[in-house]
């Protein structure tokens, strides 16, 4: 039986995403999109410390063998970025992106099975529903100055996942009007994607598909953006079970805590009269009863 969501950071983000455990150190690292920001909570003293940068940060990845360095989607490209001690990060940009539109930045991203790193765009105007999205693939070893997008035609790409054997790839939607999870095949020799097909369709389930999970057992785990619940999904697309948080906009979960068994879930903190949802923006911690698979950082 899951336990209640614990409220372990009353952090108030603005857009609390991309929660990464960082087991060597016992940490959560998450970023607050609008404010620029990378964070991180421990558990040993449950303190947080903020990074402050000059463009907004989206998405994140470890970076293989440095303990203090990350690859990060950011407003117009793939950054590595390392946090100082005067409470900002440093940039060094690996790679422009020519977006599709203005007024775009990166969105959800992560790193597949082998080490390659994937991240989406958005048009930073969901209200606008403008499909310029695309998702983009990293390795680094192609030097190129600019990225080559790899599926395009998205409005807010979310949801990236990774099965536990790295192949099958997970991918949603999560504008109002598309509000879809597909699964593809993925080639982990080449990290190509391919027979894209309708995992779940949540306009059938509550609330839009936001961040996303694997567990050890294969099943995807989302957040159900506007209905507070965090759904896991067998490998077939069937729901089984949905665990409540005590905020509206769920944003993204990540495995983490000693065992890989303690579920974290970023929120997002909307503007207007919040009295009915006061933790909203906090970052939470549930158990769901299954563990999880730790992030594969990135291998350049």
Not at 110 to 117: A, E, L, S, W, Y
Not at 127 to 154: H, K, T, V
Not at 230 to 247: A, E, K, Y
Request: charged share 20%.
């Amino acid at each position: 039986m899951a336990h209640q969501a614990e409220l372990i950071v009353d952090v108030r983000n603005a857009t609390g995403e991309s929660p990464v455990w960082v087991a060597s150190e016992q940490a959560l690292y998450w970023v607050d999109i609008p404010n620029r920001q990378l964070l991180r909570w421990k558990a040993a003293d449950a303190s947080v410390t903020r990074w402050t940068g000059e463009q907004m940060i989206a998405c994140i990845a470890r970076r293989q063998g440095d303990a203090n360095r990350w690859i990060a989607g950011m407003e117009d490209g793939l950054f590595d970025i390392a946090p100082q001690d005067d409470g900002t990060f440093a940039t060094t940009r690996l790679t422009d992106v020519s977006h599709a539109h203005a007024g775009m930045r990166f969105n959800d991203g992560r790193c597949d099975r082998q080490g390659r790193f994937w991240a989406g765009t958005m048009v930073m105007d969901m209200a606008a529903g403008i499909p310029a999205g695309a998702l983009y693939r990293f390795d680094g070893s192609a030097g190129d100055e600019s990225l080559a997008a790899q599926l395009n035609d998205f409005v807010v790409p979310n949801g990236l996942g990774f099965s536990p054997d790295g192949r099958t790839m997970y991918l949603s939607d999560s504008h109002p009007n598309v509000q879809c999870i597909w699964a593809f095949d993925y080639d982990i020799d080449s990290g190509t994607p391919s027979n894209r097909r309708v995992f779940v369709d949540m306009k059938q389930h509550p609330g839009r598909p936001d961040g996303a999970a694997v567990d050890v057992d294969g099943c995807y785990w989302i957040c159900g953006n506007d209905a507070g619940l965090i759904h896991r999904f067998t490998p077939d697309g069937r729901l089984d079970r949905s665990l409540p948080v005590p905020v509206k906009k769920p944003a993204m979960c990540a495995f983490g805590g000693a065992g890989l068994d303690t579920l974290f879930v970023t929120s997002i903190r909307p503007g207007g009269d919040l009295s009915d949802q006061p933790l909203a923006g906090g970052v939470f911690a549930l158990q769901p009863g299954v563990s999880g698979l730790e992030e594969t950082p990135f291998r350049q």
